[in-house]
């Protein structure tokens, strides 16, 4: 067997062509999608995901505001801006890239950013939402993984996830995400014994755990499909992700590749919810 490539940037360019679509829909009615990055410091790849990301709303048709700071910015002023920022009906969403300076409380930076505007999914409100099923955000990573699942064709009603991963950005989303589409979730982490166990009884694997060859061919059941979170680098320097993917190619059903699969879908969704924002402070009106 060789397994379907999940195509990541394929879907991606789908997706973003339907949110210019809805974006120019909203324009048009006078509530143009506005999305708020802030980023502070010099972290290299934290200025990487942000041009990225404010690159990405321009081409769709989203108003983007992108606000760069001194490491030195204290958290008063942050949280200050965030709040100026909450009350600007030209924003839908913000987003405060992470990692923070030390001085800065990241948990308190994400609370003080409204739930309506909470568009990475992050605050506690917003996992409770999650939790609860209500409407809300989801965090962009897992919600992209789920439209990579989706485009499959698979029905995850009654199938058996395993999620490798805890994290409250993705591996804890990811497990309710599932769950939500009726499939029976275990959730492995470091202190998980066996972890081939586990993974050789599921039909879909997710790996989140930024360490590579967490998942070996021998740990896949013939026919899974496996979701590559992770972003590492070989011996020889080049991308690769969690899973050994030229041994679990021959075992999977369907595998997303590194890169290729997931990364480009995290800033697609981000999009997604961005549109949401506005859609619904635009129904509201």
Same mark, same amino acid.
């Given at each position: 067997?060789?397994?379907?490539?999940?195509?990541?940037?394929?879907?991606?360019?789908?997706?973003?062509?339907?949110?210019?679509?809805?974006?120019?829909?909203?324009?048009?009615r006078g509530h143009q999608p506005g999305l708020a990055v802030i980023l502070v410091g010099e972290d290299p790849a934290s200025q990487v995901y942000v041009r990225n990301k404010v690159k990405a709303c321009q081409e769709h048709g989203l108003h983007s505001v992108f606000e760069k700071y001194d490491a030195t910015l204290s958290e008063a002023d942050l949280l200050a801006r965030i709040d100026a920022l909450n009350k600007d009906s030209t924003i839908h969403g913000i987003l405060v890239q992470m990692p923070l300076p030390r001085h800065i409380d990241s948990t308190k930076v994400i609370e003080a950013i409204a739930t309506t505007k !909470? #568009? @990475?999914?992050?605050s506690v409100l917003s996992a409770g939402e999650l939790v609860a099923g209500l409407p809300g955000f989801r965090p962009c990573t897992p919600y992209g993984c789920m439209k990579l699942i989706e485009s499959t064709g698979a029905d995850l009603r009654g199938k058996h996830a395993v999620v490798i991963g805890r994290s409250n950005t993705v591996g804890k989303p990811m497990a309710l995400l599932l769950l939500q589409a009726n499939a029976t979730v275990t959730i492995c982490h470091s202190a998980t014994p066996d972890l081939g166990y586990h993974t050789r009884q599921a039909d879909v694997i997710v790996a989140a755990v930024g360490r590579r060859n967490t998942?070996?061919?021998?740990?896949?059941?013939?026919?899974?499909?496996?979701?590559?979170?992770?972003?590492?680098?070989?011996?020889?320097?080049?991308?690769?992700? !969690? #899973? @050994?993917f030229a041994g679990i190619s021959q075992v999977a059903s369907a595998i997303t590749p590194v890169p290729g699969g997931v990364g480009p879908m995290t800033i697609t969704m981000l999009l997604v919810n961005t549109i949401e924002s506005a859609e619904r402070v635009a129904a509201a009106q």
């Amino acid at each position: 067997m060789t397994a379907q490539l999940i195509d990541g940037t394929a879907l991606s360019k789908q997706i973003r062509a339907e949110v210019a679509q809805r974006a120019a829909a909203l324009t048009a009615r006078g509530h143009q999608p506005g999305l708020a990055v802030i980023l502070v410091g010099e972290d290299p790849a934290s200025q990487v995901y942000v041009r990225n990301k404010v690159k990405a709303c321009q081409e769709h048709g989203l108003h983007s505001v992108f606000e760069k700071y001194d490491a030195t910015l204290s958290e008063a002023d942050l949280l200050a801006r965030i709040d100026a920022l909450n009350k600007d009906s030209t924003i839908h969403g913000i987003l405060v890239q992470m990692p923070l300076p030390r001085h800065i409380d990241s948990t308190k930076v994400i609370e003080a950013i409204a739930t309506t505007k !909470d #568009v @990475d999914g992050y605050s506690v409100l917003s996992a409770g939402e999650l939790v609860a099923g209500l409407p809300g955000f989801r965090p962009c990573t897992p919600y992209g993984c789920m439209k990579l699942i989706e485009s499959t064709g698979a029905d995850l009603r009654g199938k058996h996830a395993v999620v490798i991963g805890r994290s409250n950005t993705v591996g804890k989303p990811m497990a309710l995400l599932l769950l939500q589409a009726n499939a029976t979730v275990t959730i492995c982490h470091s202190a998980t014994p066996d972890l081939g166990y586990h993974t050789r009884q599921a039909d879909v694997i997710v790996a989140a755990v930024g360490r590579r060859n967490t998942v070996t061919a021998d740990m896949v059941k013939p026919g899974a499909i496996v979701i590559d979170v992770g972003m590492n680098r070989n011996d020889e320097g080049k991308l690769c992700g !969690d #899973v @050994d993917f030229a041994g679990i190619s021959q075992v999977a059903s369907a595998i997303t590749p590194v890169p290729g699969g997931v990364g480009p879908m995290t800033i697609t969704m981000l999009l997604v919810n961005t549109i949401e924002s506005a859609e619904r402070v635009a129904a509201a009106q």
